[in-house]
């Protein structure tokens, strides 16, 4: 089930975009993925060196219900197709790829730009 769960690094990034909501699962200092009872949040009960997992699907809802941004994966002869906001991110093989893609491609768009 640890594929559910969105990669310590996009985690991580959403922490820093203000992500709070409730998730089954938090990452350790090491990027370790922990999976238990109940439910983590950085308002509750998540340690400032800890961060919170979402399910892609928890990710992908917070960026269309808090930013407006919307993406969708479509699937075009022999490859899977990432769009976010109407713009191709590129081809991917697998849609597991193309998700991740897509959250990439979100986190980049909220992501101040570095002078």
Same mark, same amino acid.
């Given at each position: 089930?640890?594929?559910?769960?969105?990669?310590?690094?996009?985690?991580?990034?959403?922490?820093?975009?203000? @992500?709070? #909501?409730?998730?089954?699962?938090? =990452? +350790?200092?090491?990027?370790?993925?922990?999976?238990?009872?109940?439910?983590?949040? /950085?308002?509750?009960?998540?340690?400032?060196?800890?961060?919170?997992?979402?399910?892609?699907?928890?990710?992908?809802?917070?960026?269309?219900?808090?930013?407006?941004?919307?993406? @969708?994966? #479509?699937?075009?002869?022999?490859? =899977? +197709?990432?769009?976010?906001?109407?713009?191709?991110?590129?081809?991917?093989?697998? /849609?597991?790829?193309?998700?991740?893609?897509?959250?990439?491609?979100?986190?980049?768009?909220?992501?101040?730009?570095?002078?």
């Amino acid at each position: 089930m640890t594929n559910e769960f969105i990669p310590y690094e996009q985690a991580l990034a959403l922490k820093g975009l203000g @992500f709070d #909501e409730q998730c089954f699962s938090f =990452y +350790n200092a090491i990027g370790e993925l922990y999976e238990s009872e109940g439910y983590y949040s /950085y308002s509750k009960n998540v340690h400032q060196f800890e961060v919170v997992a979402p399910l892609y699907q928890q990710a992908f809802r917070w960026f269309r219900e808090k930013h407006g941004l919307r993406h @969708f994966i #479509e699937f075009d002869d022999n490859h =899977y +197709n990432p769009v976010v906001q109407s713009s191709l991110v590129y081809y991917c093989k697998t /849609y597991e790829e193309a998700e991740l893609a897509c959250l990439k491609k979100l986190i980049k768009l909220l992501t101040p730009t570095q002078l």
